[in-house]
Protein backbone atom coordinates (compact mmCIF):
# COMPACT_ATOMS: atom_id res chain seq x y z
CA UNK A 1 0.00 0.00 0.00
CA UNK A 2 1.44 3.14 -0.85
CA UNK A 3 1.75 6.18 1.40
CA UNK A 4 -0.83 8.95 0.91
CA UNK A 5 1.73 11.10 -0.99
CA UNK A 6 2.69 8.40 -3.41
CA UNK A 7 -1.23 7.40 -3.97
CA UNK A 8 -2.11 10.79 -4.83
CA UNK A 9 0.49 12.19 -6.87
CA UNK A 10 0.60 8.78 -9.14
CA UNK A 11 -3.59 7.82 -8.42
CA UNK A 12 -5.56 10.45 -6.71
CA UNK A 13 -4.86 13.79 -8.71
CA UNK A 14 -5.99 12.49 -11.99
CA UNK A 15 -8.44 9.66 -10.26
CA UNK A 16 -6.93 6.79 -13.02
CA UNK A 17 -8.24 8.64 -15.92
CA UNK A 18 -5.25 8.80 -18.53
CA UNK A 19 -6.62 11.76 -20.59
CA UNK A 20 -6.72 14.03 -16.92
CA UNK A 21 -3.34 12.58 -16.34
CA UNK A 22 -2.16 13.76 -19.91
CA UNK A 23 -3.47 17.00 -19.48
CA UNK A 24 -1.56 17.82 -16.14
CA UNK A 25 1.49 16.79 -17.80
CA UNK A 26 0.82 19.04 -20.64
CA UNK A 27 0.16 21.96 -17.78
CA UNK A 28 3.47 20.93 -15.63
CA UNK A 29 5.63 20.80 -18.79
CA UNK A 30 6.09 24.22 -19.19
CA UNK A 31 6.17 24.87 -15.65
CA UNK A 32 9.03 22.54 -15.15
CA UNK A 33 10.79 24.26 -17.69
CA UNK A 34 10.46 27.76 -16.31
CA UNK A 35 11.59 26.90 -12.44
CA UNK A 36 14.54 24.89 -14.34
CA UNK A 37 15.49 28.20 -16.31
CA UNK A 38 15.13 30.35 -13.08
CA UNK A 39 17.75 28.68 -11.60
CA UNK A 40 20.44 29.35 -14.00
CA UNK A 41 21.85 26.08 -13.60
CA UNK A 42 25.22 25.10 -15.64
CA UNK A 43 27.18 21.54 -16.52
CA UNK A 44 28.57 20.25 -13.83
CA UNK A 45 26.79 21.74 -10.89
CA UNK A 46 24.88 20.03 -8.52
CA UNK A 47 21.38 20.42 -7.70
CA UNK A 48 18.82 19.58 -4.74
CA UNK A 49 15.49 19.07 -5.52
CA UNK A 50 13.31 19.85 -2.22
CA UNK A 51 9.98 17.83 -2.90
CA UNK A 52 10.80 15.27 -6.06
CA UNK A 53 7.42 13.60 -5.83
CA UNK A 54 7.59 11.39 -8.79
CA UNK A 55 10.97 13.47 -10.49
CA UNK A 56 9.50 16.18 -13.04
CA UNK A 57 12.21 18.82 -11.65
CA UNK A 58 14.41 16.50 -10.92
CA UNK A 59 14.72 14.47 -14.28
CA UNK A 60 14.53 17.65 -16.25
CA UNK A 61 17.63 18.83 -13.45
CA UNK A 62 19.73 15.57 -14.76
CA UNK A 63 19.61 16.85 -18.41
CA UNK A 64 20.51 20.27 -17.44
CA UNK A 65 23.48 19.57 -15.11
CA UNK A 66 25.29 17.18 -17.85
CA UNK A 67 27.17 14.20 -17.68
CA UNK A 68 29.99 15.59 -14.79
CA UNK A 69 26.72 17.01 -12.57
CA UNK A 70 24.50 15.23 -9.63
CA UNK A 71 20.93 15.55 -8.86
CA UNK A 72 19.96 15.23 -5.19
CA UNK A 73 16.16 13.72 -5.09
CA UNK A 74 14.73 14.88 -2.17
CA UNK A 75 10.84 14.39 -0.84
CA UNK A 76 9.23 12.73 2.55
CA UNK A 77 7.68 9.96 0.32
CA UNK A 78 9.43 6.71 0.11
CA UNK A 79 7.37 5.20 -1.89
CA UNK A 80 8.25 7.97 -4.24
CA UNK A 81 11.94 8.23 -3.46
CA UNK A 82 11.93 4.43 -4.25
CA UNK A 83 10.12 4.88 -7.34
CA UNK A 84 12.60 7.95 -8.83
CA UNK A 85 15.41 5.32 -7.67
CA UNK A 86 13.62 2.75 -10.00
CA UNK A 87 13.07 5.06 -12.72
CA UNK A 88 17.02 6.73 -12.90
CA UNK A 89 18.21 3.00 -12.93
CA UNK A 90 15.96 2.02 -16.07
CA UNK A 91 16.97 5.41 -17.79
CA UNK A 92 20.69 4.72 -16.96
CA UNK A 93 21.81 7.40 -14.87
CA UNK A 94 21.41 5.90 -11.07
CA UNK A 95 25.28 7.05 -10.78
CA UNK A 96 24.87 10.99 -10.84
CA UNK A 97 21.75 10.62 -8.53
CA UNK A 98 21.21 10.87 -4.68
CA UNK A 99 17.75 9.92 -2.86
CA UNK A 100 17.40 11.57 0.58
CA UNK A 101 14.30 11.34 3.03
CA UNK A 102 13.83 14.43 4.69
CA UNK A 103 11.56 17.39 4.94
CA UNK A 104 11.57 20.67 3.37
CA UNK A 105 12.38 22.37 7.45
CA UNK A 106 14.95 19.83 8.30
CA UNK A 107 17.64 19.37 5.66
CA UNK A 108 20.37 17.97 8.18
CA UNK A 109 20.89 15.37 5.99
CA UNK A 110 22.98 18.36 3.54
CA UNK A 111 26.20 20.07 4.81
CA UNK A 112 26.16 23.62 4.81
CA UNK A 113 26.84 25.48 1.09
CA UNK A 114 26.85 21.73 -0.04
CA UNK A 115 24.59 22.23 -3.48
CA UNK A 116 24.70 25.09 -6.15
CA UNK A 117 21.09 25.28 -6.84
CA UNK A 118 17.65 24.19 -4.59
CA UNK A 119 14.66 23.43 -6.91
CA UNK A 120 11.04 23.09 -5.43
CA UNK A 121 7.86 22.80 -6.94
CA UNK A 122 4.06 23.12 -5.05
CA UNK A 123 5.90 22.29 -1.78
CA UNK A 124 5.65 24.81 0.14
CA UNK A 125 1.63 24.86 0.50
CA UNK A 126 2.30 21.07 2.36
CA UNK A 127 5.20 23.61 4.78
CA UNK A 128 4.22 24.97 8.15
CA UNK A 129 7.42 26.37 9.09
CA UNK A 130 7.73 27.95 5.77
CA UNK A 131 10.47 30.62 7.17
CA UNK A 132 12.43 27.57 8.43
CA UNK A 133 12.24 25.77 5.18
CA UNK A 134 13.29 28.56 3.35
CA UNK A 135 16.63 29.24 5.81
CA UNK A 136 17.44 25.83 5.38
CA UNK A 137 17.36 26.15 1.78
CA UNK A 138 19.95 29.12 2.37
CA UNK A 139 22.40 27.55 4.50
CA UNK A 140 22.82 24.05 1.74
CA UNK A 141 23.33 26.93 -0.58
CA UNK A 142 26.73 27.42 -2.03
CA UNK A 143 27.89 31.16 -1.80
CA UNK A 144 26.21 32.46 -5.03
CA UNK A 145 24.05 29.76 -5.42
CA UNK A 146 20.59 30.00 -6.95
CA UNK A 147 16.54 29.15 -5.27
CA UNK A 148 13.92 28.60 -7.38
CA UNK A 149 10.52 27.80 -6.46
CA UNK A 150 7.18 27.53 -7.56
CA UNK A 151 4.14 27.79 -5.81
CA UNK A 152 -0.01 28.07 -6.17
CA UNK A 153 -1.26 30.85 -4.04
CA UNK A 154 -4.02 28.89 -3.04
CA UNK A 155 -5.97 31.63 -1.10
CA UNK A 156 -6.47 33.62 -4.44
CA UNK A 157 -9.14 31.01 -5.56
CA UNK A 158 -10.18 29.81 -2.39
CA UNK A 159 -12.77 31.58 -1.05
CA UNK A 160 -14.54 32.11 -4.36
CA UNK A 161 -14.30 28.50 -5.67
CA UNK A 162 -15.62 26.82 -2.17
CA UNK A 163 -17.40 29.27 -0.87
CA UNK A 164 -19.39 31.12 -3.66
CA UNK A 165 -19.99 28.49 -5.80
CA UNK A 166 -18.24 25.49 -7.31
CA UNK A 167 -16.33 26.41 -10.55
CA UNK A 168 -17.67 29.41 -10.94
CA UNK A 169 -21.46 27.83 -10.90
CA UNK A 170 -23.92 29.25 -8.31
CA UNK A 171 -24.90 26.90 -5.90
CA UNK A 172 -27.48 29.31 -4.59
CA UNK A 173 -30.36 26.54 -5.66
CA UNK A 174 -28.78 23.95 -3.58
CA UNK A 175 -27.22 25.93 -0.91
CA UNK A 176 -28.27 24.26 1.83
CA UNK A 177 -26.46 20.93 0.45
CA UNK A 178 -23.50 22.67 -1.11
CA UNK A 179 -22.85 24.08 3.11
CA UNK A 180 -22.25 20.34 4.22
CA UNK A 181 -19.96 19.69 1.61
CA UNK A 182 -18.28 23.01 1.95
CA UNK A 183 -17.96 22.56 5.75
CA UNK A 184 -15.52 19.29 5.15
CA UNK A 185 -13.25 20.67 3.37
CA UNK A 186 -13.19 23.94 5.72
CA UNK A 187 -12.53 21.50 8.12
CA UNK A 188 -9.92 19.73 6.86
CA UNK A 189 -8.02 22.87 5.10
CA UNK A 190 -9.45 25.44 7.37
CA UNK A 191 -7.84 29.46 5.99
CA UNK A 192 -4.88 28.52 8.57
CA UNK A 193 -3.61 25.67 6.84
CA UNK A 194 -0.31 25.43 5.49
CA UNK A 195 -2.24 25.44 1.92
CA UNK A 196 -4.18 28.69 2.74
CA UNK A 197 -1.91 30.55 5.11
CA UNK A 198 0.57 32.92 2.98
CA UNK A 199 0.40 34.93 -0.83
CA UNK A 200 3.09 36.02 -3.07
CA UNK A 201 4.39 38.32 -0.84
CA UNK A 202 4.83 36.17 2.09
CA UNK A 203 7.27 34.05 -0.22
CA UNK A 204 9.24 37.35 -1.40
CA UNK A 205 9.52 38.38 2.53
CA UNK A 206 10.52 35.02 3.58
CA UNK A 207 13.42 35.07 0.84
CA UNK A 208 14.33 38.15 1.54
CA UNK A 209 14.43 37.24 5.80
CA UNK A 210 16.68 34.07 5.10
CA UNK A 211 19.26 36.35 4.01
CA UNK A 212 19.18 36.12 -0.13
CA UNK A 213 20.87 38.51 -1.62
CA UNK A 214 18.65 38.90 -4.51
CA UNK A 215 15.27 38.16 -4.96
CA UNK A 216 12.86 38.21 -7.79
CA UNK A 217 9.20 36.88 -8.31
CA UNK A 218 6.82 36.39 -10.82
CA UNK A 219 2.58 36.11 -9.77
CA UNK A 220 0.01 35.28 -12.21
CA UNK A 221 -3.30 35.58 -11.70
CA UNK A 222 -6.16 33.91 -14.13
CA UNK A 223 -9.93 33.69 -14.31
CA UNK A 224 -10.57 31.99 -17.64
CA UNK A 225 -12.68 29.13 -19.05
CA UNK A 226 -11.33 25.37 -18.06
CA UNK A 227 -8.65 24.76 -21.27
CA UNK A 228 -10.95 21.87 -22.22
CA UNK A 229 -14.86 20.61 -21.55
CA UNK A 230 -15.04 19.18 -18.02
CA UNK A 231 -16.52 15.62 -17.42
CA UNK A 232 -18.23 15.08 -14.51
CA UNK A 233 -17.03 12.05 -13.51
CA UNK A 234 -13.44 13.02 -13.69
CA UNK A 235 -14.11 16.11 -11.89
CA UNK A 236 -15.18 14.09 -9.05
CA UNK A 237 -13.03 11.43 -8.84
CA UNK A 238 -9.63 13.23 -8.43
CA UNK A 239 -8.52 15.01 -5.56
CA UNK A 240 -7.19 18.41 -5.31
CA UNK A 241 -4.29 17.56 -3.05
CA UNK A 242 -3.28 14.69 -0.66
CA UNK A 243 -5.15 16.02 2.39
CA UNK A 244 -8.40 16.26 1.32
CA UNK A 245 -11.30 13.93 -0.03
CA UNK A 246 -12.70 13.81 -4.20
CA UNK A 247 -15.53 15.46 -4.09
CA UNK A 248 -17.18 11.55 -4.86
CA UNK A 249 -15.91 11.34 -1.48
CA UNK A 250 -17.20 14.12 -0.11
CA UNK A 251 -20.70 13.68 -1.13
CA UNK A 252 -20.45 10.42 0.19
CA UNK A 253 -19.60 11.38 3.53
CA UNK A 254 -21.65 14.03 4.11
CA UNK A 255 -24.77 14.13 1.80
CA UNK A 256 -28.08 11.75 1.59
CA UNK A 257 -28.66 10.01 -1.49
CA UNK A 258 -31.65 12.60 -2.12
CA UNK A 259 -29.19 15.76 -1.06
CA UNK A 260 -26.63 14.11 -3.49
CA UNK A 261 -28.88 13.86 -6.11
CA UNK A 262 -29.99 17.21 -5.77
CA UNK A 263 -26.74 18.75 -5.54
CA UNK A 264 -25.58 16.54 -8.61
CA UNK A 265 -28.89 17.63 -10.81
CA UNK A 266 -28.18 20.88 -10.48
CA UNK A 267 -24.18 21.16 -10.62
CA UNK A 268 -23.72 18.46 -13.58
CA UNK A 269 -25.24 19.98 -16.30
CA UNK A 270 -23.98 23.18 -16.21
CA UNK A 271 -20.34 22.16 -15.28
CA UNK A 272 -20.64 19.80 -18.28
CA UNK A 273 -22.26 22.86 -20.16
CA UNK A 274 -19.20 25.00 -20.30
CA UNK A 275 -20.88 27.57 -17.43
CA UNK A 276 -17.57 26.76 -15.24
CA UNK A 277 -14.84 29.35 -14.69
CA UNK A 278 -11.64 28.80 -13.46
CA UNK A 279 -9.70 30.73 -11.13
CA UNK A 280 -5.98 29.79 -10.25
CA UNK A 281 -2.53 31.98 -9.13
CA UNK A 282 0.92 31.29 -9.17
CA UNK A 283 4.07 32.85 -7.94
CA UNK A 284 8.01 31.90 -9.50
CA UNK A 285 10.16 32.87 -6.91
CA UNK A 286 13.79 32.89 -7.71
CA UNK A 287 16.97 33.91 -5.99
CA UNK A 288 20.29 34.22 -5.39
CA UNK A 289 22.91 33.49 -2.36
CA UNK A 290 25.21 36.48 -1.64
CA UNK A 291 28.69 35.53 -3.28
CA UNK A 292 30.64 35.73 0.01
CA UNK A 293 28.14 33.38 2.11
Known amino acids: MLDEWAEWLLHRRHGGDPQLLRRQLDFLGPVRDQVLDNAAIAPGETLLDVGAGDGLIAFGALERVGPTGRVIFDDISQDLL ?25 LSALEDTS ?7 SVLIYVGPKAKAIAEFHRVLKPGGRLSVYEPINRFAHRRTWQQGFFGI ?9 AKVR ?7 PESDPMLDFDERDLFELAEAAGFAEVRLRYEAAVTPPPEKLVWERVIRSAGNP ?6 EAMAQTLTA ?3 ERL ?3 VRPLLESGAAVSRSA ?12
Open 82 to 106: DRARSLAATAGVLDRCEFIRASADD
Open 115 to 121: VDAVTTR
Open 170 to 178: DVRPVADVW
Open 183 to 189: ALYDRLQ
Open 243 to 248: KIPTLE
Open 258 to 260: EER
Open 264 to 266: VAH
Open 282 to 293: VAYLWARKARGG
